[in-house]
Structures are given as C-alpha cells and as structure tokens.
C-alpha cells in the first residue's frame, strides 16, 4: 500500500511538470510571439482590396478625347492559401511558363494574404474557362483591373505616351508610394508628366474573409477619387494629318503656338503602339522594341541631333542683318562656288545663282551669298546669335531627356578638338553643315521666335498654360520683318526651294534645309536610302499673324523642299481648318461663292 | 444499494464537482463564441444542446455517487460484455460520421458507445487488477492483456478511434505499474518494447490512415505546406499568440467564428478560449484542470480499497491524457490526433461519460472512510 502511494505521488509531480510545460509553451505562443500571432491572425481575417482609381482623360486643345478607360480581367493568386504543389497545373491552366509563377510567388517581401497579379487582359473565355477551374486552385481570384485604350494607336504615342508598371527605382521613390503594386504608372509622354495629376487616389475594400475566402461583411469602403483630366496643347487634326503625311518614312515633327509654346503636335517617327503596353507588355514584346534597328523608342524630335543644313541660313541672315555687315540690298555673285585656302566650296546648284541679294539668296537657298556672310561675321558672332535662338541647349520641354544639339565657335573647337578654327568651317558653319548640330524641337522653337518677333518660350504640353519665356532672340523687328518676308518668298515665289509647301489656304513662310549625311557627287535621289541627306523644314503661317510655327525632320529624305515641306502644309493646314482662323475664312470663301 | 445518508452529503467532494462544473460552463459560453453566427439571424444551438447536456450529466453524476462503487466491481464483467458487444454492434452497424464509425443510433439518439467504454474499461481493468495479487505474475499480466485490452483496442483501432485506443493501452500500462510488476518482468518489457519499437512504428505507420499519416507530417514540418493539413497546427498557434496577455476579450476572438480554425468548438475550443482570455485567462483554466488532476491522484491515494484506488487513478490518468494532449496538440506541441478536451469539447456522449468518470471519482472519495459491507 504504501509503495503504490509513493508511485501515485510521483505522478503528481508529473502532472505538475507537464502544466508548467504547458503554462511555459502558453508563454512563448502569447507573450513572446503574441505580437506576431496578434499580426497574423488580423491579416487572416481580413483582405484589402485595392479599387484603381479611374486616370484622368487627356483631351486635345479642342476637347476630343485621346484617350479611353476601360476595364480587363487578370487573374491574381493568394499565396497564403495557395498549394504550392500544384503550380505546374497552375501554369498549364493560365498558359504561361511555370517559371514565371515561381518568379512572382518567390518574391520577398510579399504579404500571403494580398493578391499576386499573375497574368492580365485575359479574353472572356479564358475568364470562363478558369472560373470553371477555380475550385482546384485554392486562392485563384478573377479581378477586374482598369486599362488605357489609346483611340488614335499609336497617333501622337511619343506625345500621349504609354502606362507600365514602375520600374525599381520607382518603387523606392516616395512619390509613388501611393501606388498599388499591381498599378500602371504613366511611364512616357504626357501620361508620364501628368502622371501624378491624372492618376487620382485608389480606393479601399475591407472585407472579412474565411479560411475559404469567402467574403462575409465589408467592413470598409473608400471609393477612389478620379484622376484629373487634363487638356493638352495638342491638336489631333494636325497631328493626324502629319502622321499621315509621313508615311512610312522616319523622322520628326514639332510644332508650337508660337505666342505660348504650346506644343500643337510632335511626332517622332517609327513610333509605337501604346496599346501593346497597356495591359503589360510581354519581356519579348519590350526587347523587340528597344532592340528594333528603326529604334521606335527613340523620340526623335528631342533625342536625335542633326546638322540643321539651310535652316540655319536664317540665322546667318538674322546675324549679318543685326551686326550691320549687309544691308538686305547687299549683293553677291554666285557661280556655282567659290575657292577657297584650296577647298571647293559648292553652291547646291551648281550653275549658279548669279547676281542674287540677301531675299533671292533666302528664296532659293544660295549656299556661296551665305559663304559670304559667314566670311564677314566670323564664327563666334553666328555663335552668339545661334545661341540666342536656344540653339546648344535644352527647351526645356521635359518629355523625354532631351539632347542640346552643337553650336560651334573657336573656343569649342580648341576645347574639344585641341584645333584652331578654319574660316572653311566658317563656311560651312553659315549653312548650317559641319560641326552645328540640333534637334527637331530646338527648330520649331527658333521658327517660333522668328514667327512671334523674337521671343523664346518653354515648350509645354498643357493648353492655356502661362508662358514661360525663356529667352529673347537679338533682334529688331524690322530685321525679323526681312527675314520673314523671304520666307515666305521660299514658298510663295517662283524659283522659292518651297514651293511644295504652298497652300491655296493659308500664306505660308518657310525654309528648306538638308543635313548631308555623306558628301555625294550627283543626284542623292539614286543613292542608297541609308546614305540619303536628312531633309528639314521649317515654317509658320499665316505669314501675317502666325499662329502656328513647326519644324519637320524626314530621315533620309533627300531634299527638304521635296520631302518635308508637304508635311509641313498638311499639319499647318490641319490646323488652321479647325482653328478660328480657319473657321472665318471660311466664312469669306462661302461668301465670296453666294456673291 | 442506493443508501443517501447525512455522511454521504458532508463527504461529498464539493472541490471537484464545482471545479468540474466551471469548467463545463466555461466550455458552454466558449462554444457559445466559436460558433456564433455572423451573419444575422441564424442562430447557433450548440451551446444550448451542450447545456442540455450538462443538465443531464449532474443528475447522471449524482446518480452515479449514490451507490457505493463497490457494486460496479461486482458486476464489472456484465457490464464488460455489453461494452464489447456495442463496440461490434458499432463496426457492424454504425453509420459514417467525420470518415470514421463512431456513432450508434437508436431511434433520434446518436452516441458514441466508445465514450462509454472507456468507463467500462476502467472500471472492468481497476477490478481485476484489485482481485489479483501484487506484484502481477507473467501469466496475470498476459491474461490482462488479451482479455481487457487486446480484444477492445483492436474494435477501437477498426472504427478507427485510434485516440480512444491508444488511451487504453496508455491506462494499461499505468494501472499495471501502479499495481507494481516483478523487476524482471518490467526490464524485460522495456527491453521487448525497445527491440519491437521501428517494427511497431512501421507497421502503425502502415495501419494509419492517410489523414492520420498527414496529421503527423504536419506536425513534423509544420511550415511545410500552409494550405494543408499543418494549416490546422498554424491556424491554431495564431490562434492562441494572438491572445496575448489578456487576450481579445470574449466575442471578440475573430480565428474561430471567422471560420479560419477547424474543430474550432470541439477539439481546438481551447484555442478560441486562449485567443479570447490571453495568458491570464488560460493559466486559469489549466490549473482548474491540475485542480481536478491533482484532486484525483489524492483521491486514489486515500481510497478505502485496492479497487477505488485504481478506478480513481484510471480516470484521472484519462482526464490527465485528454488534457495534455489536446491542449498540447492546440499548442502545436504534438500532432493533430482528434481527441477533445474533456468537460469543454462539444460533444454530448463525452461530456456525459466524463461527467459520469467525475460521479465515480467523487464517490470513491466520498466513501474514503466507509467499511466493507
């Protein structure tokens, strides 16, 4: 009897070892992990539904939408109530690499009760089809997500840009902290610059969910706020018409209210199709596009420098006006060419313009009368003015990082080049050959101050927006008035490089210009394309009270007369029509036909 | 044979049936918790049957302290034979309940014949052992063996009950120490046990069923596969440490009603209590269970005879099994095996056997200092 006392004592101590256990394990679970558990259990039973925020509409500057909102579905996974087992029948069910799935669900970081977007702008089929499947895979959500549809395609892409997800930095960035992980962010263009503006504030769904997440009670809502719309200065009649224009040809195209700097119209072309990244872009899909030789991703009209070619003989003009070394009667004599320190230097046509003064000289773009001015001006006077037109640095306009183009004087050459400045390179200078390099926009900009009398404005995209002047051209209006005059000769008259740019509507002032990409003897129209000179444009009209001022770019368009100044017309005119310009003098022409 | 005397009342063990009867209760409006509905006007009736329940295990237990206990020895083998014949009448007959054949009906009345046989058991093993002389012989011990546990472990494993079978051996083996066993047989056991244990383990492990293989898996590797059956354990470890120290306050416990915590009102109710009371709150309950515990050892340290001793020591090793391991299991401190925490589980047929194992416990201290008749 005793001895089986002492045995059931003992097991009393047992018992008391095992509650301590017990009481020690109770400890480490709700004191010590209590936080933890506390955490898990709240992320458990709820789940935080992000609702996107529709984006802001951009419109053009006469209201039409260039954009759409529309919605898609996308299919996400929950990874806490995921069997991981199963995500090879996952990726045959969606039809992606399996890789894939196990390189979004590897991820760190990542909450096992948010959603993981897997694969997005699925068809109503494949909707169906993995709805009737869902009840395999545990934690298979169907969302619908919001997506940009781009109404005009890839119309103005350059200019309305794309959406995409943010890249690393971005997600480090606080600006964009706001930003639901599965969201597009503007990530080009105007979509991109606005993007703050037009995306608008998500909204917010508390549900409480089971273990089967099944949604029993919501428990809050924020509706989301709309982004802004926003109005751009763009004008998608002239826009369209230019495209168009264009063809297939590669080039650029800016154009800009020259009393505001609002950009009217950019094209950079090969362009993209926006479309393609609106519901995620593929990896293969986005290599093709950095890796196409036409580089589509390439805006042209801020990012590639050229040499303006006869452009730049406004310039000279302006220049050798101003700084009093020719009076618009001063004349020269052109024979196809001078000689000089043993160099040829030819005139585009080589029979020779004869006796010409500074208006025929800018009519028919005599190379050997600017040759002469460049002579009597010296390198760093035409630096001086071709800087004052914004030439060598930045517009300002902050689309895309912009190129600031090369206006050479002595000091740059002995910088650069450890040389001292030839007078021959002078020459060349003064028709806008050789070392002087600038992009699409810096042109539109410098016709533009030509246009509104000699005033620099920084480019923008918003209709209505305050000017910001960004600097003042040296020059009197009377010598503007010269100058413009004769550009409108290079249309207007006969013998004008311009005349394909003439227009029965409106009075046009423009100036051709080819950039030689090699030094060609004979016609470049037989050339190979890729050894064809860049063709230029530069324009404005109507000649009496501008109202649109542009510059054109055909890459390898042989002569800026023959190929880029019909694109300058059809923009120009696809403007005006709509315009309240074009609005009364229609009135005048219906008038004149009830006469 | 039914004799309620004035010593009868002033012995009476108030320190175990009021423990026991906070317990109940405290299962009641924590079951009450875990099931309530969330959505309005559906309403839950488990509290209010586990109630009923209660009800009808007071009076069962005051029924079963009215008679001297004695007389449950001496019809222990009838009683022994009619448990055995429901166990079979249960594999024969018994309907599918949770992929497993526990249940009997008769007429509108569901049970689970095992619950009471554990009783049965208890009291058939404690009487036998009382009547045999100490220290057990070879032979006694085998007879034991084959006629009391074999034969019933067996039906149980069947059903498969594998909780309630391994309990029976676990008795067993206690009881039989208790008893006191020749050294030489007990070094000899050890030593059988020891050698047979990885053939033993492959054949259990070829015996369990895919659930059960799972179950202990999960436990192994808990974090292995979340979804699955270690989401139970994990369920259940949030469960409780999200408690903390005082806990989320009662009806605010948000694992169970959420439907995130399976078994929530039967085998993981103490989860939905530690996630509702905290630390605090859980201390409480488990040492009202080493109350009940250490109550029990003393009972059947002072017990009037060899076979009060071992009724009182049986059952409270019972208790002290579920206990442990239930509240060990819901701790993630041993795999999921399915068996309910005693006096709190829903479940009817087991509040009323247990409360019936209190009734014989309280009666075996209750009549400490009574003669033989």
Not at chain 1, 386 to 394: D, H, I, R
Request: charged share 20%; glycine share 10%.
């Amino acid at each position: 009897m005793k001895k089986e006392s002492e045995r059931i004592l003992r097991i009393s101590y047992i018992v008391i070892a095992a509650f301590l256990l017990l009481i020690m394990r109770l400890w480490q679970l709700q004191i010590l992990q209590g936080n933890k558990y506390r955490e898990l259990s709240e992320v458990n039973r709820l789940r935080i539904i992000t609702i996107p925020a529709p984006r802001g509409i951009l419109f053009d500057r006469n209201g039409i939408p260039l954009v759409k909102n529309s919605s898609y579905y996308c299919v996400s996974i929950i990874y806490g109530e995921f069997n991981s087992g199963k995500t090879d029948l996952l990726a045959k069910l969606l039809n992606i690499p399996i890789e894939e799935i196990r390189e979004k669900l590897n991820k760190e970081g990542l909450s096992p009760f948010t959603p993981i977007r897997l694969k997005q702008g699925l068809t109503f089929n494949e909707v169906a089809y993995i709805e009737s499947r869902r009840s395999d895979f545990p934690g298979l959500i169907i969302e619908v997500d919001a997506s940009r549809e781009y109404i005009y395609g890839s119309i103005g892409s350059h200019l309305i840009g794309y959406l995409g997800k943010p890249n690393p930095s971005q997600f480090k960035d606080p600006a964009f902290k706001d930003v639901p992980p599965d969201a597009f962010i503007g990530q080009w263009g105007a979509e991109m610059l606005f993007d703050k503006t037009l995306r608008g504030t998500p909204g917010e769904r508390v549900i409480e969910v089971d273990s089967l997440g099944r949604e029993l009670r919501l428990l809050k809502e924020n509706p989301p706020v709309k982004g802004e719309d926003i109005r751009l200065s763009l004008d998608i009649n002239l826009q369209k018409g230019a495209e168009e224009a264009f063809g297939e040809r590669a080039g650029a195209l800016v154009a800009i209210k020259p009393d505001t700097g609002e950009i009217l119209g950019l094209i950079s072309r090969p362009s993209f199709d926006p479309d393609l990244f609106a519901k995620g872009i593929s990896y293969k899909e986005w290599i093709d596009l950095t890796q196409d030789k036409k580089r589509p991703m390439l805006n042209r009209a801020l990012q590639s420098q050229y040499p303006p070619g006869s452009t730049f003989k406004i310039i000279t003009a302006i220049a050798a006006l101003e700084e009093g070394v020719i009076t618009p009667e001063t004349k020269v004599e052109c024979r196809g060419g001078i000689n000089y320190g043993g160099w040829h230097f030819g005139c585009w046509r080589r029979e020779g313009h004869g006796v010409v003064s500074l208006h025929r000289a800018l009519v028919e773009s005599c190379d050997v009368y600017f040759y002469e001015l460049g002579k009597r001006l010296g390198i760093d006077k035409i630096y001086d003015y071709a800087s004052s037109f914004g030439l060598g640095k930045e517009t300002g306009f902050q689309i895309v990082t912009e190129r600031r183009g090369i206006v050479p004087n002595t000091k740059w050459k002995e910088e650069r080049r450890k040389q001292k400045w030839y007078l021959g390179e002078t020459f060349n200078t003064a028709i806008g050959q050789g070392y002087v390099a600038v992009t699409p926009i810096q042109m539109a900009v410098m016709i533009s101050a030509v246009a509104n009398g000699g005033n620099l404005f920084r480019p923008t995209l918003l209709k209505d927006a305050t000017p910001i002047p960004s600097g003042k051209v040296k020059a009197k209006p009377e010598n503007l008035e010269i100058v413009k005059r004769a550009l409108s000769g290079v249309v207007n008259e006969p013998g004008g490089t311009g005349w394909a740019a003439k227009s029965e509507f409106v009075s046009i002032c423009g100036k051709t210009g080819t950039a030689q990409v090699v030094a060609m003897k004979g016609g470049s129209q037989y050339q190979a394309e890729r050894f064809r000179d860049h063709a230029w444009f530069v324009a404005f009209a109507p000649a009496e009270k501008p109202e649109v001022a542009l510059s054109v770019f055909v890459e390898h368009g042989g002569h800026g007369g023959g190929a880029a100044a019909p694109i300058a017309k059809r923009a120009i005119e696809g403007y005006l029509k709509n315009s309240e310009f074009g609005k009364q003098n229609q009135n005048v022409s219906n008038r004149s036909q009830t006469d | 044979m039914f004799r309620i005397d004035r010593r009868l009342i002033k012995n009476f063990d108030w320190i175990t049936f009021s423990v026991v009867i906070v317990i109940v209760l405290i299962g009641i409006i924590t079951i009450y918790s875990a099931t309530r509905p969330l959505e309005e006007g559906v309403s839950s009736r488990f509290y209010l049957k586990q109630a009923l329940w209660l009800i009808l295990g007071v009076l069962a237990l005051f029924m079963m302290v009215s008679f001297d206990y004695i007389w449950l020895g001496r019809y222990s083998i009838h009683l022994f034979s009619l448990g055995i014949i429901l166990l079979i009448t249960v594999f024969i007959l018994g309907r599918v309940g949770m992929g497993a054949q526990r249940w009997l009906s008769i007429g509108p009345i569901s049970f689970q014949p095992s619950e009471f046989f554990k009783l049965i058991y208890i009291i058939m093993l404690s009487y036998q052992l009382s009547i045999m002389n100490s220290p057990l012989s070879t032979i006694s011990l085998f007879r034991l063996f084959f006629f009391i546990v074999f034969i019933p472990f067996i039906l149980l494993i069947k059903q498969p009950d594998l909780g309630t079978g391994l309990i029976t051996i676990l008795i067993f083996l206690s009881l039989t120490l208790a008893k006191g066993l020749h050294r030489k047989i007990t070094v000899l056991l050890v030593i059988i046990g020891l050698i047979s244990l990885p053939f033993l383990g492959s054949i259990l492990w070829e015996g369990l069923r895919d659930y059960q293989k799972s179950r202990l898996i999960a436990f192994l590797e808990p974090g292995g596969d979340p979804t699955g059956i270690g989401y139970h354990i994990n369920q259940s470890k949030i469960t409780v440490g999200s408690g903390k120290f005082f806990g989320k306050g009662y009806l605010n416990g948000t694992q169970g009603p959420f439907r995130f915590l399976p078994e929530k009102h039967t085998d993981f109710i103490f989860a939905v209590f530690a996630e509702e009371w905290g630390f605090i709150g859980s201390f409480f309950l488990l040492s009202l269970y080493v109350v009940l515990i250490l109550r029990g050892l003393n009972t059947a340290r002072n017990a009037r005879d060899d076979f009060g001793k071992f009724l009182a020591l049986g059952i409270t090793l019972m208790f002290l099994t579920y206990f442990v391991v239930n509240v060990g299991m819901t701790l993630g401190m041993m795999p999921v095996v399915g068996i309910p925490l005693p006096f709190m589980s829903y479940g009817g047929t087991a509040l009323l056997s247990n409360l019936l194992a209190v009734g014989l416990l309280i009666n075996v201290r209750t009549r400490r200092f009574e003669l033989f008749h």
